[in-house]
Nanobody
Framework: QVQLVESGGGLVQAGGSLRLSCVASGRTFSWYDMNWFRQAPEKGREFVASISRSGDSTSYGDPVKGRFTISRDNAKNTVYLQMNSLKPEDTAVYYC???????????WGQGTQVTVSS
């Protein structure tokens, strides 16, 4: 079992920045590829970014490419999402997701709200 706790969300003006954090506990963090997803009101969950277990491979959803950066610190069991040049359409609940590289079992955090005002 893996527990994921997100933090760092809040209210920010358009053009501003936020950094989200997700701390994992319960299993060896480096066994997991890590992802960020988001869900806006009345919309489905959307892929934001992913990072491999070692951190040497990342990918991003088209809406956030060039503005968001995913990173991880395996020594701190933490994955980050640096969000720059935020837009009102980035408003959503952001979720951390861990996927085991061995079993493909995945875990989700409770989410953190990001609100971008225009």
């Amino acid at each position: 079992q893996v527990q994921l706790v997100e933090s760092g969300g809040g209210l920010v003006q358009a053009g501003g920045s936020l950094r989200l954090s997700c701390v994992a506990s319960g299993r060896t963090f480096s066994w997991y590829d890590m992802n960020w997803f988001r869900q806006a009101p009345e919309k489905g969950r959307e892929f934001v970014a992913s990072i491999s277990r070692s951190g040497d491979s990342t990918s991003y959803g088209d809406p956030v490419k060039g503005r968001f950066t995913i990173s991880r610190d395996n020594a701190k069991n933490t994955v980050y999402l640096q969000m720059n040049s935020l837009k009102p359409e980035d408003t959503a609940v952001y979720y951390c997701n861990a996927v085991s590289v061995y079993t493909a079992v995945d875990y989700w955090g409770q989410g953190t709200q990001v609100t971008v005002s225009s």
